[in-house]
């Protein structure tokens, strides 16, 4: 079954440079979750959209930008990357409504030097 | 303030044997709670999830308790294997909001 899709897969960028993850839902999910895992901690919720329209925003910093397009994709626009913006990043998706089982793509690993 | 709250970092079960999870939430908005197994470098993988109008819920050796009165709930694996090594994420939501809460996470170790 298709599973959501995250890419890149890894990124390294420097201090200060821009960088751009995309997600693919599972096909038929309206819903799309943005999660920042650091090391040892937990996912940590940054923001939501649900039929193209943000939905939900958590500990998103004002330099993080998200949009979900037509086709159900989002991207998460990252600028002026800092040291502490290294982390895994996870993509979820659900069929709507914030109940029923949010299913995680395998994050992009961002590395920020 | 975390909302979700996993208060063992790690737990060690010998093989056959059954593997409690625990996880405590504070928010009594809650009404949907979800267990998420997460492998290194993986993403989570959704295990079992339970509404508030239930309070156990049953999927293989996989059964979750909710205990509303005590805002607690907590994952049962009977019988342990190997495999379920991996740390176990209890995540909340509020029904018509669109983002999960998760807890700290359980690193679970199953020795054969």
């Known amino acids: 079954a298709a599973g959501v899709i995250q890419s890149p897969r890894h990124l390294i960028k420097e201090k200060r440079e821009t960088a751009t993850l995309k997600c693919y839902p599972i096909?038929?999910?309206?819903?799309v979750y943005w999660y920042q895992q650091g090391p040892g901690q937990d996912p940590q919720f940054l923001i939501s959209?649900?039929?193209?329209?943000?939905?939900d925003k958590g500990s998103i910093p004002d330099r993080f930008s998200a949009q979900q397009f037509s086709d159900y994709h989002s991207e998460l626009n990252m600028s002026s990357l800092e040291l502490g913006d290294s982390a895994l990043y996870f993509c979820?998706?659900?069929?709507?409504?914030?109940?029923?089982?949010?299913?995680f793509g395998q994050g992009t690993r961002l590395t920020v030097v | 303030d975390q909302q979700v709250k996993q208060n063992s970092p790690s737990l060690s079960v010998q093989e056959g044997r059954i593997s409690i999870l625990n996880c405590d939430y504070t928010?009594?908005?809650?009404?949907?709670f979800l267990w998420y197994k997460k492998y290194p470098a993986e993403g989570p993988t959704f295990l079992i999830s339970?509404?508030?109008?239930?309070d156990k819920n049953e999927d293989g050796r996989f059964t979750v308790f909710l205990n509303k009165s005590a805002k607690h709930l907590s994952l049962h694996i009977v019988p342990s294997q190997p495999g379920d090594s991996a740390v176990y994420f209890c995540?909340?939501?509020?029904?018509?909001?669109?983002?999960?809460?998760f807890g700290t996470g359980t690193r679970l170790k199953v020795l054969a």
């Open positions: 096909p038929r999910h309206d819903t």
């Open positions: 979820a998706s659900s069929l709507g409504l914030g109940v029923g089982e949010a299913f």
């Open positions: 959209f649900y039929e193209k329209m943000q939905s």
């Open positions: 995540a909340a939501s509020v029904e018509g909001t669109y983002k999960y809460i």
């Open positions: 339970i509404s508030s109008i239930k």
């Open positions: 928010n009594s908005m809650f009404d949907y």
